[in-house]
């Protein structure tokens, strides 16, 4: 055999084993888990299991992403941009044709655990069963009870809008040998039971690391090497392990509750697709949950790396941009928000200066602030917010941007300006 | 709410009475607390003008004095998704029905001065056609008087029914367009989407124009209701809350 032929059959050969390694590890059915390993149980007072699927559901806010504004819920359609192109939710009320009124619970389960439709087809990680894998099989089985309890919605499912090469479904197997395992809750002994049920619903029902980790360029969560939050919805999801991100070791036990329950505390108020999450979710939840969930945020390992770089303040004389800034904030913010970014002492009128939502690395929130405002979700505990009045109709993107770049820069802050275009970016695309 | 079979003398008293209750501190009490909507409502002004007056760059509605039913229900149709506004729905999605309410009754409550109209660049032909569609509809199409559900004076009717002068002829035409196009939905029956699918683009620009010509009488409010003898079935008449 000559040379060349030698090594073009030692490349088929190494091409071949490396395709039989990704279809091996993408495609093979990680051993089954029969709900064995015990896990924290969740509502365990409640002994229907529809009604018990139906708290596991609000748990894991399924109706957010299955459902589309002013239609049914769970019947699906709504729109979830995404890098990779727009995603819509299917159906999963239990409609035979176009819901799934066909499915078994083990088909659920492995969708909800394995990532796999009914037909063994790899399901899109936008459904997040790369943390839905941690649920066990008995809260997978209490909502499944709960979801074909609903009334059947006849909805097909509206095909998704994805980018070349990312909607070829096969294509998913190498992702899957790059980057997921079914896994199982496993309880840290070394930590107490009010830890790991907080651990089992943040990592699990409450997938909060779908938002608030980092991906990588084809989608899949990085952070745990580099603590990052992620883009969701347009808005940045900074991560719960950065302390000048969202992370709350330093605030009180109570106040995570609040922030949690009422949407409000006096650190800050959720806004964008959180406020949805507390309103959907959250305040929902018993006091036992939200308190196992706030004692293990409080106790993630912390880091920094989500503020923006300081920079070394200029001098701002006679520049007219920071002029315009200062002077558009005292006629548009310091009524709120104080002539020193100082804020008042209800958390609806929040401070600027040192507020760590304003000069983070990425400024996509402050500038979706501005134009859109926004309320807190009203909740039990915070029927009627305070909200910041949207300004898309009456300030230009170069007016909201130099009101920013004075913001981030003023009373000890020392982030970078923005650009225009930046805010231009925040005007297209739906609003979450 | 005062009716012309009214005598002034009592007109004057009960306007009185009325702007003396519009003043009344808007304190409301939201699960146990004294709650000030005034500072909740701020939002809306960016867009809607201070206090809901509107602003002179003639797009978004004045909604201060509207009746109380008709924002109510505006509110819910935004957050729900049965009227189509981007930022409007952001807005008020999340919030409870209770508090829309209480925004609604706030904006209701206010009775502030109208700046003159709009003057237009329309021919008194076209005012013509608008007066006439306003004042007697067009039977041959099916198409009712305007006055016949939003009041004689146009002022609107209680509790559901805005009036329409003091609007900008670009948002009037704009929910005419809207409700041809299912992107403003009311309850069914749909009677204002049935009639402006009855509309020829000629009598949307006639009416826009009018309504927005027209002066708005001083302390205008909705006529006292319910609207006895709608022309046609209203679902919105029907479950006016």
Request: proline share 8%.
């Amino acid at each position: 055999m000559s040379r060349p032929l030698r090594w073009l059959l030692g490349a088929v050969v190494l091409a071949a084993a490396v395709i039989a390694l990704i279809a091996w590890r993408g495609l093979r059915v990680d051993a089954p888990h029969d709900g064995a390993t015990p896990v924290p149980r969740i509502a365990a007072d409640i002994s229907d299991p529809v009604a018990r699927g139906a708290y596991l559901a609000r748990a894991a806010n399924c109706r957010g992403c299955h459902s589309a504004r002013g239609d049914e819920p769970y019947a699906g359609g709504r729109q979830i941009p995404t890098p990779f192109g727009t995603f819509r939710s299917p159906n999963i009320t239990p409609d035979p044709e176009t819901g799934i009124g066909k499915w078994s619970d083990t088909d659920f389960w492995h969708a909800l655990h394995d990532g796999r439709g009914p037909d063994g087809a790899p399901l899109y990680p936008v459904f997040p069963y790369t943390h839905y894998t941690r649920v066990d099989r008995q809260d997978s089985d209490a909502l499944f009870a709960y979801l074909r309890s609903l009334p059947p919605v006849d909805r097909k499912n509206r095909p998704h809008q994805l980018k070349f090469p990312y909607d070829q479904r096969w294509l998913l197997v190498a992702w899957r040998a790059l980057f997921f395992r079914a896994g199982t809750f496993e309880v840290q002994a070394d930590r107490d039971a009010n830890w790991n049920r907080g651990a089992y619903l943040t990592q699990g029902l409450g997938h909060c690391g779908a938002c608030h980790e980092a991906r990588n360029a084809l989608g899949a969560i990085v952070s745990d090497e580099d603590p990052a939050g992620g883009v969701v919805l347009d808005w940045y999801a900074p991560s719960l392990r950065a302390s000048d991100g969202a992370g709350v070791a330093h605030w009180s036990h109570e106040q995570v509750v609040a922030l949690l329950r009422d949407g409000v505390s006096a650190h800050g108020s959720t806004m964008g697709p959180m406020a949805e999450v507390v309103y959907e979710s959250l305040q929902h939840l018993h006091a036992e949950d939200l308190s196992a969930m706030a004692a293990y945020l409080r106790a993630l390992p912390q880091s920094e790396g989500e503020s923006a770089p300081r920079v070394a303040s200029a001098a701002h004389e006679g520049d007219k941009a920071w002029e315009r800034g200062a002077s558009n904030y005292a006629k548009h913010c310091a009524d709120c928000h104080g002539d020193r970014g100082e804020g008042k002492e209800d958390p609806g009128y929040p401070a600027l200066a040192g507020n760590r939502a304003v000069t983070m690395r990425s400024p996509v929130n402050p500038i979706r602030a501005v134009l859109y405002g926004g309320y807190a979700p009203g909740t039990a505990g915070n029927p009627a917010p305070l909200g910041m009045p949207p300004y898309h109709a009456t300030l230009s993107d170069q007016e909201i941007a130099e009101i920013l770049g004075y913001v981030r820069g003023s009373w000890g802050n020392a982030a970078r300006p923005i650009a225009s275009f930046e805010v231009t970016r925040q005007r297209t695309g739906p609003l979450w | 709410m005062i009716t012309s079979t009214t005598s002034p003398r009592i007109g004057r008293a009960l306007a009185t009475a009325l702007a003396a209750l519009a003043l009344w501190p808007c304190a409301v009490s939201i699960a146990g607390e004294v709650v000030d909507f005034e500072p909740r409502v701020r939002p809306c002004y960016a867009c809607h003008g201070d206090q809901g007056r509107a602003t002179p760059d003639g797009y978004y509605p004045r909604i201060a004095g509207k009746p109380a039913g008709y924002l109510f229900e505006q509110l819910l149709h935004f957050r729900d998704g049965r009227r189509v506004h981007d930022e409007m729905s952001y807005l008020v999605d999340r919030q409870r029905d209770d508090t829309l309410r209480r925004m609604a009754e706030h904006f209701a409550a206010l009775d502030l001065p109208h700046p003159p109209p709009a003057v237009l660049n329309t021919d008194a032909t076209t005012l013509e056609h608008g007066a006439r569609l306003v004042r007697e509809g067009d039977a041959a199409r099916e198409l009712p008087a305007c006055t016949a559900c939003h009041g004689e004076s146009m002022t609107g009717i209680e509790p559901a029914v805005p009036g329409l002068l003091g609007l900008p002829q670009d948002y009037l035409a704009a929910q005419f367009g809207a409700w041809r196009e299912g992107a403003r939905r009311a309850r069914e029956p749909d009677c204002m989407a049935q009639i402006a699918r009855r509309l020829e683009p000629a009598d949307i620009s006639a009416l826009s124009a009018w309504l927005a010509s027209q002066p708005v009488p001083s302390h205008a409010r909705a006529q006292a209701g319910p609207v006895r003898q709608p022309p046609m079935r209203c679902g919105v008449l029907e479950n006016a809350r």
